[in-house]
Every structure is written in structure tokens, then in C-alpha cells.
């Protein structure tokens, strides 16, 4: 399983000090945040995509995963939302086949629809045809990647001819994609046509909900032929405060929780973290309920946690950070690795993918791999 962190990037005032960082500062912060999950030895860094305030995520994610990339060696950058709805596929194709080269192939991406409303009309969409976007937007970017020439007209952006996008993926090997949704499962069913990751990001929700959407693409997955439900690929959010003792780690997140943008005014800080995946307290605590998530969520994939929000400073989000590579994740490697079935997929990296499409196993849209649709 690969263990990682995502940001939002929102830009909130620590209710502790009353201080606001500047865009400037919370974007050099990003940076930081990702070079120590990799000093640390975790396997992700996700960066979300915004355009309105009070977020600084890059509305270009690709910029700061090349920024990143120099400065690191190992670590995956992948993005907790690329906008499919409001993003041209075009340029999604060329932006992130462009970041792949320069990182030598450490990006994936998450595509999703957003939650802010008033973006859509900036981009001249409608919200209301969110999912529909999602679905012909992302069908057009999967032949982008795979075909030249390519022909196309569809509802939602001017038709294309005999075009190809450039540069092509390395190794001609397409970024791996998930399909994130929290509600939505049209998009579950869009990552199971393409035998695509599905990625939950469950931050909000209760588990009955989170197993439910799991289980229906899993279902579908192997409905599909990619595989069995089994070998479907899932990731799962969370979010952590962590201290060596539980009642010091929730006294000292309560006011960023309880002033939070998207958790303030809500149910108490102990009924959430009753039904979301959201911890406070412990690092064993952090350890016992990550692993109870696949009591719902079966063998998973990828693993990312909520760190950096609700003005937390940067210092406090550097310790978090350190704890959960020190303390937490090599525990939850070794059980993940003790309790997962055998043949239990690993997560998709670009090697892997690679020996997949030389072996003629690339997964074809709507069933069959890519060898047996070649043979008809």
C-alpha cells in the first residue's frame, strides 16, 4: 500500500493566534510539507486544484509537481483533484504528460468534479451538467493519451481533427488515474468502465456510506472483466492530529477544528470522529482505526491524509508529519502487509503500468484487455 499526505491548500487564520499566513507563505509551506514526507519516507504527496480563495492549491497543479519533483528523489505526486469539469481535456492531456517527462514518471493524477460552485460559470460551464462533463471530458483525455490523429466531437468543447496531443506520455504510458468521488456513483462507475483507480475520499463521511460506494465499484470493476472485485484499485482519505497522549491531541486541535471552513458549525469534534475516519489522539489510536478501514474498504492501494488544514501552523504540520513517518506508517506496512491476501494488488506506479502494456494487459475501456481485444 502506498502511505501519503494531501493538501487542500486552504489559507486559514490559526484561531490560536489570530494570524493569517500570506499566499506567499503558504505556498512555500507546501513545498516544505512535501520535501519532509519524502525525508520521512512516505510514499505520496497530493496537492488539490483550486481557482478561488481562500485556497493558493495551484490552479496549474503540474507547476508545483515539477517544482517538487527537482527537490525530491522518491515520493509520488499526484493530485487529490485535477478539475476534469472545468479543466480542457487538451490540456490536461499536454500539462500532465509534460510534468510525467520531467519527473521521470512519478505523477498520477485524481480527477474530480469540485465542490465550488461558483467556478463553473469563470470556465463557461454550468454545475449542473457536472457529471456529464466528468464523463466526456475524461473520454476524450483517455484516447488524448493513447491515440494520434485523433478525431473527435462531442457536447461540452469545440470538435477536434486528425489531432494529437504533444508531448506524448513517457514510454507511452498514460499518468495512472483515479476517479475521486465522495457521493457521486456515476464517477464509481466511470472508474470501473475504464478500469481506473477509485479513490474515496472519505474525510466526510461515515463508513456504511464510504462501503457502500467501495463496493459498487468493485462490483462493477470486475462486472467490467478488468479482474475480480478483489483486484480493484481503491484509495481512502483520512485526517490525523496526533500527541503521545490522546486528551493533549484533542485540547490542542479542538479550536482548529471548531473554526474550521469546512468543519465548524457541525457536529462536535467527538461525534466526528465517532463516524468519519477522522482521528485525534494517539498514534496507536492513528494505527487501530486506519486498519479497521478495510473492514469496509477491503485490501486497498493508497492511503492519504488530511495534515495541513485548518490553520495549523507550519511547524505543528512538519512534527505531524514526522510522527506519522516515524511512528505510524512502518507499523501500518508491516500489519497491511501481514493481514492482505495473497495476490492483492499493488498500488499502480509507472514501471508497473509499463511491464503491464509490454505484456498487452492494458485494460480496455468498458472490458477486456488490450491483447484480448486485439485478437477480437
Known amino acids: 500500500m502506498q502511505f501519503g499526505i494531501f493538501s487542500i ?5 490559526d484561531p490560536t493566534t489570530g494570524r493569517t499566513p500570506t499566499e506567499h507563505e503558504r505556498i512555500r509551506a507546501t513545498v516544505a510539507i512535501a520535501k ?34 527537482a527537490q525530491t528523489e522518491r515520493i509520488r505526486l499526484s493530485t487529490a483533484t485535477t478539475l476534469i469539469t472545468t479543466t480542457d481535456p487538451v490540456r490536461i492531456a499536454e500539462d500532465y504528460a509534460y510534468a510525467q517527462h520531467l519527473t521521470e514518471g512519478r505523477v498520477d493524477l485524481t480527477l474530480g468534479r469540485g465542490n465550488t460552485g461558483p467556478v463553473y460559470p469563470w470556465f463557461g460551464k454550468d454545475i449542473r451538467a457536472g457529471i456529464p462533463l466528468a464523463v466526456e471530458n475524461y473520454a476524450l483525455l483517455h484516447r488524448l493519451w493513447r491515440e494520434t490523429d485523433v478525431d473527435w466531437q462531442g457536447r461540452f468543447r469545440t470538435p477536434l481533427q486528425n489531432f494529437t496531443a504533444t508531448p506524448r506520455p513517457l514510454d507511452d504510458v498514460a499518468p495512472f488515474v483515479w476517479h475521486g468521488s465522495i457521493r ?13 483507480g477509485f479513490f474515496h475520499n472519505n474525510i466526510f463521511w461515515n463508513k456504511e456510506h464510504t462501503g457502500r460506494m467501495v463496493d459498487m465499484y468493485r462490483q462493477r470493476f470486475a ?32 479550536p482548529y477544528f471548531d473554526n474550521a471552513p469546512v468543519y465548524g458549525g457541525g457536529p462536535s469534534l467527538e461525534d466526528f470522529t465517532k463516524m468519519t475516519p477522522l482521528t485525534v489522539g494517539t498514534p496507536e489510536q492513528v494505527i487501530e482505526k486506519t486498519l479497521s ?22 511547524e505543528t504540520v512538519l512534527e505531524q508529519i514526522e510522527i506519522l513517518g516515524e511512528q505510524v506508517v512502518p507499523v501500518l506496512r508491516q500489519e497491511v502487509a501481514a493481514r492482505a491476501p495473497q495476490g492483492t494488488p499493488e498500488a499502480p506506479t ?27
Open 9 to 13: 491548500g486552504d489559507v486559514t487564520t
Open 36 to 69: 519532509k514526507a519524502e525525508e520521512v519516507g512516505l510514499d505520496v504527496f497530493a496537492t488539490g486544484q483550486h481557482h478561488n480563495p481562500p485556497f493558493v492549491a495551484p490552479a496549474n497543479p503540474p507547476i508545483l509537481m515539477a517544482h517538487i519533483a
Open 184 to 196: 457521486s456513483p456515476e464517477i464509481a462507475e466511470q472508474a470501473a468502465y475504464y478500469g481506473d
Open 223 to 254: 462486472d467490467y472483466g478488468h479482474g475480480t472485485a478483489e483486484e480493484a484499485i481503491v484509495g481512502l482519505g483520512g485526517q490525523v492530529f496526533m500527541r503521545p497522549n490522546s486528551q493533549d491531541a484533542i485540547r490542542e486541535f479542538r
Open 293 to 314: 478501514f478495510r473492514e469496509y474498504a477491503g485490501d486497498y492501494q493508497r492511503q492519504l491524509f488530511l495534515i495541513d488544514h485548518a490553520g495549523l501552523p507550519l
Open 350 to 376: 509507472h514501471e508497473s503500468l509499463l511491464r503491464r502494456r509490454q505484456a498487452g494487459l492494458d485494460p480496455v475501456p468498458g472490458g477486456r484487455t488490450a491483447e484480448a481485444a486485439a485478437h477480437g
